[in-house]
């Protein structure tokens, strides 16, 4: 009965670590800043949807370490079509834990930019550029 309960235990572990993890995200970019800060973003929703979409963004200084004290906007937008207004939105990703999320919310199937600023104090403002496409 021990043994049992305890494979349990691991089993439903392993399971939430796996699913909470970037390891089932689709990584966008990675981008190293002129401060040696590694940006790292992934989209946790893959494949994705019209809808929700959660963006993960993953800081890190030279050695490793996460950085946690950024101000962070995120930008997403679709490229204008012929008889359609351009539909673009901001988001402030919200540091949970060592990394940011945000909530993208698409309307409809296409290709979709991002565009992450990423402000720290006494070091210059970074930007990350990538795209994903909803089908």
Same mark, same amino acid.
């Given at each position: 009965?021990?043994?049992?309960?305890? /494979?349990? /235990?691991?089993?439903? /572990?392993?399971?939430?670590?796996?699913?909470?993890?970037?390891?089932?995200?689709?990584?966008?970019?990675?981008?190293?800043? *002129?401060?040696?800060?590694?940006?790292?973003?992934?989209?946790?929703?893959?494949?994705?949807?019209?809808?929700?979409?959660?963006?993960?963004? *993953?800081?890190?200084?030279? =050695?490793?370490?996460?950085?946690?004290?950024?101000?962070?906007?995120?930008?997403?937008?679709?490229?204008?079509?012929?008889?359609?207004?351009?539909?673009? =939105? =901001?988001?402030?990703?919200?540091?949970?834990?060592?990394?940011?999320?945000?909530?993208?919310?698409?309307?409809?199937?296409?290709?979709?930019?991002?565009?992450?600023?990423?402000?720290?104090?006494?070091?210059?403002?970074?930007?990350?550029?990538?795209?994903?496409?909803?089908?």
């Amino acid at each position: 009965m021990k043994k049992t309960g305890l /494979l349990l /235990l691991i089993t439903t /572990l392993l399971v939430t670590a796996l699913l909470s993890s970037p390891l089932c995200a689709k990584q966008l970019a990675m981008v190293k800043g *002129e401060d040696d800060v590694v940006v790292k973003v992934f989209l946790m929703t893959d494949p994705p949807v019209v809808g929700s979409n959660n963006i993960r963004i *993953e800081l890190e200084d030279d =050695k490793g370490n996460t950085i946690t004290d950024a101000k962070i906007k995120l930008y997403y937008s679709m490229e204008p079509m012929k008889g359609m207004a351009p539909m673009s =939105k =901001k988001v402030r990703p919200v540091l949970e834990g060592d990394h940011y999320n945000a909530d993208v919310k698409t309307r409809m199937k296409g290709h979709w930019n991002l565009t992450i600023k990423i402000k720290r104090k006494n070091a210059d403002l970074l930007e990350v550029k990538t795209k994903f496409s909803v089908k």
